[in-house]
């Protein structure tokens, strides 16, 4: 069955420091995964997606994350943390076969920045 | 567009009593699924419909839960009876056909008595 792993439920940076989410994913067939984000009171974001093109990928607000198949991980990172990137962050790979629309999400990390 | 709508944003009711959620989906998206958000649980999907058809209800907790689209622009997850253990936030997310990308409403939060 296909599933993540976000390791840490919440995170805690400075303001300008590096932001490091991990998320470790498991399936049975290349998986496309996606990050999203939730800001208080809010529905889920899409910040970015992978799908078997370029490893790197970009997204929105600076994130950027990493598919690195030798370790099934699919880490978010951004540069330099802003007090507007505090929020909830979700990784998700889809599903298999019939059931590929679906997604499966990990139980997010919340990821708070200090001043 | 308008993004995915639902209504209401804040309900408040009194265990056994029934309760509708309502979606309306991005014009022309093929899918639609129902989660339920928890601190417990975390985020749930409960139910999937593609062009207005269920595909999986096995998230669907419990037989109170039902959930119909009768077309391909409204959804209604409905609740009864209610019980306090229900509250939770409930979103609604649509998705066209060939993507995997699911674009989600500002959620219901919903709290029994």
């Known amino acids: 069955a296909q599933s993540v792993t976000q390791l840490g439920s919440h995170v805690s940076v400075s303001e300008g420091a590096l932001v490091l989410l991990r998320c470790n994913y498991s399936?049975?067939?290349?998986?496309?995964l996606f990050w999203y984000v939730q800001y208080p009171n809010q529905g889920l974001q899409l910040l970015l997606k992978y799908t078997s093109a370029a490893t790197l990928v970009k997204g929105i607000n600076g994130f950027e994350a990493e598919f690195k198949k030798s370790e099934t991980s699919f880490h978010l990172t951004k540069p330099s943390a802003h007090m507007s990137d505090a929020a909830e962050y979700f990784c998700?790979?889809?599903?298999?076969?019939?059931?590929?629309?679906?997604?499966?999400f990990g139980q997010g990390t919340r990821l708070t920045i200090n001043p | 567009d308008a993004g995915v709508i639902q209504s209401p944003r804040h309900e408040v009711t009194e265990m056994g009593q029934e309760v509708t959620l309502r979606c309306k989906p991005i014009s022309g998206h093929d899918y639609l699924f129902w989660y339920r958000q928890t601190m417990m649980r975390g985020l749930e999907l409960l139910i999937y419909?593609?062009?207005?058809?269920?595909?999986?209800d096995s998230g669907m907790p419990e037989d109170r839960f039902s959930a119909k689209m009768p077309n391909a622009s409204f959804s209604t997850l409905k609740i009864q009876p209610s019980e306090p253990r229900d509250s939770a936030v409930y979103f609604c997310?649509?998705?066209?056909?060939?993507?995997?990308?699911?674009?989600f409403g500002p959620g219901t939060r919903l709290t029994v008595l």
């Open positions: 997310a649509s998705s066209p056909a060939g993507y995997n990308e699911q674009f």
């Open positions: 998700a790979v889809r599903g298999v076969f019939q059931g590929a629309q679906k997604l499966v």
């Open positions: 399936s049975s067939v290349p998986p496309y």
């Open positions: 419909f593609n062009n207005n058809v269920p595909i999986d």
